[in-house]
T-cell receptor
Framework: AQSVTQLGSHVSVSEGALVLLRCNYS??????LFWYVQYPNQGLQLLLK??????LVKGINGFEAEFKKSETSFHLTKPSAHMSDAAEYFC????????????FGKGTSLLVTP | KAGVTQTPRYLIKTRGQQVTLSCSPI?????VSWYQQTPGQGLQFLFE???????NKGNFPGRFSGRQFSNSRSEMNVSTLELGDSALYLC???????????????FGPGTRLLVL
């Protein structure tokens, strides 16, 4: 069965610092991988999606993620954090076993300090 | 193009009642998926509808049901509400033919249900 583990339920960075949010997955078949962001009282917004093309995926708002099959990881990064990046971030996996439904991690709350 | 809309945005019910939530997908989208978000269990998949048929179902009891209309709008119903059903219910729409998250899913703002 597929699963997603997000390391660190809370991450704090200074404005301008590197953002690194960790995600490890398990899947018995080639997966689709996603990062979503959720701002307070809002739905989910897709940041980026891996679909077995390039292993380095660029998303919106300067975010990118690298698919590493050997490490079963899909970590999210951004070179320089902005105050507006403060939000909840969810990693998700989707594969044939789940009928391609999204299986989400528990989420990481990103705090950006001045 | 208008995004996914969900109504109502907030709802308060008491145990034992039933509730119906509505989701209108983006124009042209034929697939609607529903997810439940709670602090304890996180985001969990409920079901997916495509062309008025349930295409996929998560691991929820039969009290949770849904349907889709010919205009792709979807409703989900929860009968005999329990305290644990308090959650944010999110729907997501996509074009539809490929199924699930193989196509980009666009989420609505959610309906927050409180069961007292």
């Amino acid at each position: 069965a597929q699963s997603v583990t997000q390391l660190g339920s809370h991450v704090s960075v200074s404005e301008g610092a590197l953002v690194l949010l960790r995600c490890n997955y398990s899947s018995s078949v080639p997966p689709y991988l996603f990062w979503y962001v959720q701002y307070p009282n809002q739905g989910l917004q897709l940041l980026l999606k891996y679909t077995s093309a390039a292993t380095l995926v660029k998303g919106i708002n300067g975010f990118e993620a690298e698919f590493k099959k050997s490490e079963t990881s899909f970590h999210l990064t951004k070179p320089s954090a902005h105050m507006s990046d403060a939000a909840e971030y969810f990693c998700a996996v989707s594969d044939l076993g789940s009928g391609y439904a999204l299986n989400f991690g528990k989420g990481t709350s990103l705090l950006v300090t001045p | 193009k208008a995004g996914v809309t969900q109504t109502p945005r907030y709802l308060i019910k008491t145990r034992g009642q039933q509730v119906t939530l509505s989701c209108s997908p983006i124009s042209g989208h034929r697939s609607v998926s529903w997810y439940q978000q709670t602090p304890g269990q996180g985001l969990q998949f409920l079901f997916e509808y495509f062309s008025e048929t349930q295409r996929n179902k998560g691991n929820f009891p039969g009290r949770f049901s849904g349907r889709q209309f010919s205009n792709s709008r979807s409703e989900m119903n929860v009968s005999t509400l329990e305290l644990g059903d308090s959650a944010l219910y999110l729907c997501a729409s996509s074009l539809g033919p490929a199924g699930g998250a193989r196509e980009t899913q666009y989420f609505g703002p959610g309906t927050r249900l409180l069961v007292l």
